[in-house]
Antibody, heavy 122, light 107 residues
Framework: QVTLKESGPALVKPTQTLTLTCTFSGFSLSTSGMRVNWIRQPPGKALEWLARIDWDDDKFYSTSLKTRLTISKDTSKNQVVLTMTNMDPVDTATYYC??????????????WGQGTLVTVSS | DIQMTQSPSSLSASVGDRVTITCRASQSIDRNLNWHQQKPGKAPKVLIYGASSLQSGVPSRFSGSRSGTDFTLTISSLQPEDFATYYCQQSYSTPWTFGQGTKVEIK
């Protein structure tokens, strides 16, 4: 059974660095083809893809946020960590982690965490 | 980045109605288009992947199609549990991008 769960602070101050952890079970990120992503959603707004890390440690980032994001994995702990620097109130959102599943050439999110709401306010 | 333009942004429909949502990619994405359903306070759930493949467990009233860079999600007979927000999302190239969403409301 695949599960993912996000954890991190509910409140951060402007200019601070946010660190979020995705702890998962039911698969290993050392297995070929496994990939984990971070996606966020401001209140009442659309989904925004942030970053992805693959089994071979390839990393991909949002174009607009790449200077502020770092994604990493700890395979032994079944965790993926996202850091976002210089937080601003516009970064207030629910942050999700999600796994990618591959069926032949098709890639899609098959499992999501429940999401964690992060509010940026002084 | 590939832009995904989804329409309409919202619609009102009745139970039993046929509903169509469209999504246009700013460039060719082959058939690398997924459709997600999201209910309030919940994580999204994939309905269709690869433009037209139905995810396991998803009712057959949902279907997807492609014509070039235009993609369509169709709900053949809207059910009460289908009132939600729907997003298209391209998986052709990183950064992956989502459409702006279509909120399906009760008429």
């Amino acid at each position: 059974q695949v599960t993912l769960k996000e954890s991190g602070p509910a409140l951060v101050k402007p200019t601070q660095t946010l660190t979020l952890t995705c702890t998962f079970s039911g698969f290993s990120l050392s297995t070929s083809g496994m990939r984990v992503n971070w996606i966020r959603q401001p209140p009442g707004k659309a989904l925004e893809w942030l970053a992805r890390i693959d089994w071979d440690d390839d990393k991909f980032y949002s174009t607009s946020l790449k200077t502020r994001l770092t994604i990493s994995k700890d395979t032994s702990k079944n965790q993926v960590v996202l850091t976002m620097t210089n937080m601003d109130p516009v970064d207030t959102a629910t942050y999700y982690c999600a796994r990618i599943h591959q069926v032949y050439g098709d890639l899609y999110f098959d499992y999501w965490g429940q999401g964690t709401l992060v509010t940026v306010s002084s | 980045d590939i832009q995904m333009t989804q329409s309409p942004s919202s619609l009102s429909a009745s139970v039993g109605d046929r509903v169509t949502i469209t999504c246009r990619a700013s460039q060719s994405i082959d058939r690398n288009l997924n459709w997600h359903q999201q209910k309030p306070g919940k994580a999204p759930k994939v309905l269709i992947y690869g433009a037209s493949s139905l995810q396991s467990g998803v009712p057959s009233r949902f279907s997807g199609s492609r014509s070039g860079t235009d993609f369509t999600l169709t709900i053949s007979s809207l059910q009460p549990e289908d009132f939600a927000t729907y997003y298209c999302q391209q998986s052709y190239s990183t950064p992956w991008t989502f459409g702006q969403g279509t909120k399906v409301e009760i008429k």
